[in-house]
């Protein structure tokens, strides 16, 4: 399984982007069984978890830092989940990474060891 994370940019302050993560490369694969995590890593700081979508149930998870602020949403038929993200702060500057699972999200779609399969990233940088 490929995953292709884009859409990463430079925003201000209050501003917007669409992130997207694409899967392709496997034999059978659907989102329909899987899971989408996001996930991002500042510098000098551990990667966290930031949302996750069960493609099965459709059930979205977000960690309390972008609750209210990112959507998380999925075109199962393009094997593609994408991450809304509005009103930016500078604490949103990362590199965003997608990581895929079978299952449903439940108490451990922030696990990283859970995943096997992970896109390459892209930055988002907010700043004034």
């Known amino acids: 399984v490929q995953l292709q994370a884009s859409g990463g940019g430079s925003v201000q302050p209050g501003g917007s982007l669409r992130l997207a993560c694409a899967a392709s490369g496997a034999s059978g694969f659907s989102l329909d069984y899987q899971i989408i995590s996001w996930f991002r890593q500042s510098p000098g700081k551990e990667r966290e978890g930031v949302a996750c979508l069960s493609g099965s149930d459709g059930v979205m998870t977000y960690a309390d830092s972008v609750k209210g602020r990112f959507t998380i949403s999925s075109d199962n038929a393009k094997n593609t989940v994408y991450l809304h993200m509005n009103n930016l702060n500078i604490e949103d500057t990362a590199v965003y990474y997608c990581?895929?699972?079978?299952?449903?999200?439940?108490?451990?779609?922030?696990?990283?060891?859970?995943?096997?399969?992970w896109g390459q990233g892209t930055q988002v940088t907010v700043s004034s």
């Open positions: 990581a895929t699972d079978r299952g449903t999200c439940g108490e451990s779609w922030w696990w990283m060891p859970r995943f096997d399969y």
